[in-house]
Antibody
Framework: EVQLVESGGGLVQPGGSLRLSCAASGFTFSDHYMDWVRQAPGKGLEWVGRTRNKANSYTTEYAASVKGRFTISRDDSKNSLYLQMNSLKTEDTAVYYC??????????????WGQGTLVTVSS | AIRITQSPSSLSASTGDRVTITCRASQGISSYLAWYQQKPGKAPKLLIYAASTLQSGVPSRFSGSGSGTDFTLTISCLQSEDFATYYCQQYYSYPPTFGGGTKVEIK
């Protein structure tokens, strides 16, 4: 059974930093691209970024809203995904989901999501 | 970024009704579209990918159609457990973008 468990959320002041973690199990983590997706309170879903797998040099993609402030990394030996968030803004307040991506045809889509961790940016 | 316009933003329906939700992409995305269901306080769940392929374990009352810019999610006979918010997402190009969501409520 695929399981994704996020941790590390909490309250942080504007301008601060936070590191989220996602522990994966039930699948071969190293084979997959992995995403972070967020959802502000009462709002829709927003893709944050992606890390590709080793075969694709662990390259990353980011949404424009977080590029230069957020960094996605992974440790395949620990089946873990990370999101380092710096220079946090109040508009970064959201539930952050870790999600697995699968390849179908020539596209990558997310098929499993964790339960999310809440990040609140407030003074 | 490709914009996805989803409609309606909400709808009221009764158990047994046929429900249709649409998504329109700002440019052609072939069939690189997925549909997700989200219940309050829960993570999204993948229902359909490649516009019309049903994810394993998803009831056959859910179906998807479309290609290019216009897509449809249909629930043929609404069940009580289907009351939720539905999102479409294009994965044709970066960044992947979501529609604004459709909340399906009980009439």
């Amino acid at each position: 059974e695929v399981q994704l468990v996020e941790s590390g959320g909490g309250l942080v002041q504007p301008g601060g930093s936070l590191r989220l973690s996602c522990a994966a199990s039930g699948f071969t983590f190293s084979d997959h691209y992995m995403d972070w997706v967020r959802q502000a309170p009462g709002k829709g879903l927003e893709w944050v970024g992606r890390t590709r797998n080793k075969a694709n040099s662990y390259t990353t993609e980011y949404a424009a809203s977080v590029k230069g402030r957020f960094t996605i990394s992974r440790d395949d030996s620990k089946n873990s995904l990370y999101l380092q968030m710096n220079s946090l803004k109040t508009e970064d307040t959201a539930v952050y989901y870790c999600a697995r991506a699968i390849k179908y045809s020539s596209g990558w889509l997310t098929d499993y999501w964790g339960q999310g961790t809440l990040v609140t940016v407030s003074s | 970024a490709i914009r996805i316009t989803q409609s309606p933003s909400s709808l009221s329906a009764s158990t047994g009704d046929r429900v249709t939700i649409t998504c329109r992409a700002s440019q052609g995305i072939s069939s690189y579209l997925a549909w997700y269901q989200q219940k309050p306080g829960k993570a999204p769940k993948l229902l359909i990918y490649a516009a019309s392929t049903l994810q394993s374990g998803v009831p056959s009352r859910f179906s998807g159609s479309g290609s290019g810019t216009d897509f449809t999610l249909t629930i043929s006979c609404l069940q009580s457990e289907d009351f939720a918010t539905y999102y479409c997402q294009q994965y044709y190009s970066y960044p992947p973008t979501f529609g604004g969501g459709t909340k399906v409520e009980i009439k």
